[in-house]
């Protein structure tokens, strides 16, 4: 049987780490999350990364707007969050409204506020090799769930299933980065299967039924991304877990792996964000929690 990738765990150690370093501060981070409309889920997500920031002493702030809101006011909004020097981290929270464009919203905010590194100025540093301000927290947290367990990377054939600007294709970069073989495969690739055979690592990013019996070799590493209610209204993931966990040497479990990981990445991007502009010896706090890189 495959060893589990527990996310929880390393969510847990991590944002004790957090919290011990900011407890140690005077000043704290300040997180502002904008949210338009009334989407039950992302009502849900935003108030879970509320609860999750303010337990670590992160001062967090929801502004909600109703779904009619025009572009131009959102964008305003922004420029003010952008020119506030209280205001550590800006997140918007996706989808948006038919009416509002995207890219302009994501364009607007400050590439050193971009708590999700998804602006043009940090994806473009990511697949230039330069150093963004932080790393999409999605692929942030899948790499350090594979560190944790000491999952060599280098040399290794990562197959990534979806290509996202949210997961896919930051995470493709990533891997590379890291020395890694990597093929993107999506929903016009043919003979999949034949394709995830030759995997080492092979991570799904779909939310369907994707990964299936005699779809991986033996001993690859497994990371579902996917989650959503099955037929039976059972929550699962893109992959056979029944089947993959008797095949693999590690796997993620839904839930329960890669979704811990994405909040707990989001408050370490707050967290860097907010070292950014700290003195050297408020830095050096933080880093000798054991969270942030020195």
Same mark, same amino acid.
């Given at each position: 049987?495959?060893?589990?990738?527990? &996310?929880? !765990?390393?969510?847990? +150690?991590?944002?004790? =780490?957090? +919290?011990?370093?900011?407890?140690?501060?005077?000043?704290?981070?300040?997180?502002?999350?904008?949210?338009? =409309?009334?989407?039950?889920?992302? !009502?849900?997500?935003v108030?879970?990364?509320?609860?999750?920031?303010?337990k670590? &002493?992160?001062?967090?702030?929801i502004?909600?707007?109703?779904?009619?809101?025009?572009?131009?006011?959102?964008?305003?909004?922004? !420029?003010?969050?952008?020119?506030?020097?209280?205001?550590?981290?800006?997140?918007?929270?996706?989808?948006?409204?038919?009416?509002?464009? +995207?890219?302009?919203?994501?364009?607007?905010?400050?590439?050193?506020?971009?708590?999700?590194?998804f602006?043009?100025?940090?994806?473009?540093?990511?697949?230039?090799?330069?150093?963004?301000?932080?790393?999409?927290?999605?692929? !942030?947290?899948?790499?350090?769930?594979?560190?944790?367990?000491?999952?060599?990377?280098?040399?290794?054939?990562?197959?990534?299933?979806?290509?996202?600007?949210?997961? &896919?294709?930051?995470?493709?970069?990533m891997?590379l980065?890291?020395?890694?073989?990597?093929?993107?495969?999506?929903?016009?690739?043919?003979?999949?299967?034949?394709?995830?055979?030759?995997?080492?690592?092979?991570?799904?990013?779909? &939310? =369907?039924?994707?990964?299936?019996?005699?779809?991986?070799?033996?001993?690859?590493?497994?990371?579902?991304?996917?989650?959503?209610?099955?037929?039976?209204?059972?929550?699962?993931?893109?992959?056979?877990?029944?089947?993959?966990?008797?095949?693999?040497?590690?796997?993620?479990?839904?839930?329960?792996g890669? =979704?811990?990981?994405?909040?707990?990445?989001?408050?370490?991007?707050?967290?860097e964000?907010? +070292?950014?502009?700290?003195?050297?010896?408020?830095?050096?706090?933080?880093?000798?929690?054991?969270?942030?890189?020195?």
């Amino acid at each position: 049987m495959a060893t589990i990738l527990d &996310g929880k !765990k390393l969510r847990d +150690k991590i944002l004790a =780490g957090l +919290k011990n370093g900011l407890d140690k501060l005077d000043k704290k981070p300040q997180l502002v999350v904008i949210l338009v =409309g009334d989407d039950p889920a992302s !009502k849900i997500y935003v108030n879970n990364k509320k609860k999750t920031a303010e337990k670590l &002493g992160i001062i967090s702030q929801i502004i909600n707007y109703p779904s009619d809101v025009t572009e131009q006011e959102l964008l305003a909004r922004i !420029k003010e969050l952008n020119d506030d020097d209280s205001v550590t981290a800006i997140l918007v929270q996706l989808p948006l409204p038919e009416h509002i464009n +995207k890219d302009n919203v994501m364009n607007a905010i400050t590439p050193a506020k971009d708590v999700d590194g998804f602006t043009p100025a940090n994806f473009g540093k990511l697949f230039s090799g330069q150093q963004p301000h932080v790393y999409p927290c999605t692929p !942030k947290g899948i790499l350090l769930l594979l560190d944790e367990y000491n999952i060599e990377i280098a040399g290794k054939h990562a197959v990534i299933i979806g290509r996202s600007n949210i997961v &896919g294709k930051p995470l493709a970069q990533m891997l590379l980065n890291r020395n890694a073989t990597v093929t993107i495969c999506h929903s016009r690739t043919k003979n999949l299967a034949d394709i995830t055979k030759t995997a080492d690592i092979v991570v799904s990013a779909v &939310g =369907g039924k994707i990964i299936e019996e005699n779809m991986l070799k033996n001993d690859c590493i497994v990371v579902d991304v996917g989650i959503f209610k099955d037929e039976t209204g059972k929550t699962r993931g893109d992959v056979n877990f029944e089947y993959a966990s008797k095949v693999a040497s590690y796997i993620t479990p839904v839930p329960g792996g890669v =979704g811990p990981m994405t909040i707990t990445s989001l408050m370490l991007n707050t967290v860097e964000l907010f +070292k950014e502009k700290l003195s050297p010896a408020a830095r050096g706090i933080l880093e000798v929690s054991g969270v942030l890189d020195e």
